[in-house]
């Protein structure tokens, strides 16, 4: 059983930076690709970014591209995401995710395990 906690979320005004940062439980972290998602108040979960398993690859929606920036390290079985340039649409609850596959994937179907989620507020 594979255990993702997110954690570095927050209160920011807009133009701000958080990081986010996504820990997970097991020995299988360094095998899949791993995602970040997220969900506003009245909307439905949408996609954010997707890295591989090895961390050469990743998307993003092309709401957050050229802000955000995920990575991972495999030797501290984290993931993480950069968000730069902040919006006020960018408040949600963010959510990380291990995927079934070693490359990156941009349906929720697709993946495996999730955390609880991590609340982001941007003020304007």
């Known amino acids: 059983q594979v255990q993702l906690v997110e954690s570095g979320g927050g209160l920011v005004q807009a133009g701000g930076s958080l990081r986010l940062s996504c820990a997970a439980s097991g020995h299988t972290f360094g095998s899949y690709a791993m995602g970040w998602f997220r969900q506003a108040p009245g909307k439905e979960r949408e996609f954010v970014s997707t890295i591989s398993w090895t961390g050469g690859s990743t998307d993003y929606a092309a709401s957050v591209k050229g802000r955000f920036t995920i990575s991972r390290d495999n030797a501290k079985n984290t993931v993480y995401l950069q968000m730069n340039s902040l919006l006020p649409e960018d408040t949600a609850v963010y959510y990380c995710?291990?995927?079934?596959?070693?490359?990156?994937?941009?349906?929720?179907?697709?993946?495996?395990?999730w955390g609880q989620g991590t609340q982001v507020t941007v003020s304007s």
């Open positions: 995710a291990m995927a079934g596959y070693r490359y990156p994937v941009v349906k929720q179907f697709d993946y495996t395990y």
